[in-house]
């Protein structure tokens, strides 16, 4: 096991964007959430990663509570992210943004080291010959490759990845899709995904994680799943079910 | 070719040094070199300054508060414990290090406007303690007996701004360097990445604090009375931000030619006020409608100016500028050769 999540709450104000949320991630079990708009998956992932302390409930972490910890200490501990919009350092070069990560959340303190460390990692990602582009000048595409890139430099043991494949085309995505397995197999990264690309889900997960309104509302294999009345329920509508 | 480039670079740094080490021995006149010692104290201030404010982003307006203290510490120290000069300098810079973590700290959990202004009132702050202090000398202030003359102050300064600009650079080919800027770039996206953003900030603040403590210093022995009025002036917090952004925040060069520039305008304004003044009278109603008008004034209308055109036409200032038009010439020269 992985990571545990134990009846987590999180209130926004009145609002309860997370309510009693409970589950374990298994080592090397690729697992997407998927849910409606609003339902509540990257304020999940903010919780996971310390950026909002849950109001209740609490998140163990390869053994260790990880609960309130700030995001750095949670990204040193081994848990990687990726943003919804891609979050860059826009005025560094791709490899600097790649290079700052492996110092600080790769332990890599030695900037020559830490340079061919980034560029293997761009290299990856099929990104080595806009290392000296600056962030803001990739497209968005490339962008996301770069978050990837950036989030693998911290040698996480957990990968969260906040739809990654959003905005990417055909080719784009099954490009991803590989790298995704890549990273599960060859480098042994346990992958947590946020997911809207149905068809991309149900290809790549080995367990999916339905959230509505904030609950978890069905749990197993995507084909399951995918047949579950709760959440068809939840994508189409009450008059559907 | 780069390295040509960075040999010629340094070779230019060495060159100037070397003229600015010699200036004082060509015999020139004493308010030139206080010209030259008002140019160092504001560029080793401002690229100190911009360790924090350009680097990490965070716009401090209340560094003149190092300035001050670090005036103090060194004045008491020399004048109660009989230390030597240079110790007390050098220690004005540790405890204004010091007094920048305990201030930092908690300001630096606020952003943008909310930390330009409690970092602003630290300034009237700490003037209202060192009034009120018995043995600091209250309002009347300390007299230093010491007898260092100009050159000497001179040198003294132009090795700070030396230094504060090593530092500065240093930083910048650093990890810390890139810790500090990726503060500015997106700090919740450098928390995911492993940097703790409250402790770099911190040091960020605390590094920043260190030469403008022994600037002011060295200040103590060169004016020979301090009093809480005359060390920590909000105006001063002002102009080092000004004088930054004038320049540019990116690199450690930014600040140093914007703080040269602007410190001599206004120094030739006021030496040449006289003049300047005479002219502006011949305008028409002038004197009707400033009838108070001095080359202080002239400075204040001129700056407040220069930090309007630049906001506008130059955020980036003089560095930001010049490299748009390196930009727009490489541009050019690539699209001439398809
Ligand atoms: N910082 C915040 N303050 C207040 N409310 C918030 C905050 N962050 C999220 N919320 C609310 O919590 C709910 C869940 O938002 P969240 O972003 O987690 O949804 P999501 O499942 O990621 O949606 P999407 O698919 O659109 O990305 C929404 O109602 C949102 O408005
Ligand atoms: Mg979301």
Known sequence: MLLEVRSVTKKFGGL????????????????????????????????????YPPTSGSIIFDGKDITGLKPNKIARSGIGRTFQTPRLFNEFTTLKNVISAAIYG???????????????????????????????????????????????????????LDELFA?????????????????????????????????AVMKISEKVIVIHHGEKIAEGVPKDVAQNPEVIKAYLGEEYA | METEKFKLKITFLCVLL???????????????????????IYCSLCVSWNVVGGYTGYLSFGHAAFFGFGAYVSALLYTHTGMPPYG?????????SILATGIGYPCLKVKGPYFAVVTFATVPMLKIMFENLEFTGGVQGIFIKSSFNTPTIYLMTLCLMVLSALMAVLIEKSAIGIG??????DEDAAETI????SKIKTLAF???????????????FYKLYINPSTVFSEEMSILIVLFSLFGGTMRWIGPIIGASILVTIDRVLHIYSGIIIDWLEYLPYFKKVFPYFSSGILASVLFGLILILVIIFMPKGILGWLEKIELERLKKRTSGRD
């Not at chain 1, 303190?109 to 582009?133: M, P, S, T, Y």
């Not at chain 1, 995505?173 to 590989?178: E, K, P, Q, V």
């Open chain 2, 194 to 197: 492993g940097i703790n953003t």
């Open chain 1, 16 to 51: 309860i964007a997370i309510s009693n949320f409970s589950f374990v991630l298994e080592k090397g079990i690729m697992t997407s959430l998927i849910g409606p708009n609003g339902a509540g998956k990257t304020t999940l992932f903010n919780i996971i990663n310390g950026i």
């Open chain 2, 18 to 40: 070397v003229v600015l080490v010699s200036v004082p021995y060509f015999g020139i006149p004493e308010y030139a070199l206080s010209v030259f010692i008002a140019v160092f």
């Open chain 1, 167 to 199: 905005g990417l085309g055909e080719s784009d995505t099954s490009n991803a899709i590989n790298l995704l397995f890549k990273i599960k197999n060859d480098m042994g990264i346990t992958i947590f995904m946020i997911e809207h690309n149905i068809k």
């Open chain 2, 180 to 185: 500090f800027t990726s503060i500015r770039e």
């Open chain 2, 206 to 220: 605390a590094l920043s604090a260190f030469f403008p403590g022994m600037v002011g210093g060295v200040f103590s």
């Open chain 2, 88 to 96: 007390a300098i050098l220690l004005a810079g540790i405890f204004s």
């Open chain 1, 106 to 160: 790769g332990g890599i303190r030695d900037i020559r080291e830490a340079k061919k460390r980034g560029i293997e990692l761009l290299d990856f990602v099929g990104l080595e010959k806009k290392k000296d582009v600056l962030a803001k000048n990739l497209l968005a595409t490339e962008k996301k490759y770069l978050e990837l890139a950036r989030a693998l430099a911290i040698r996480p043991k957990l990968l969260l």
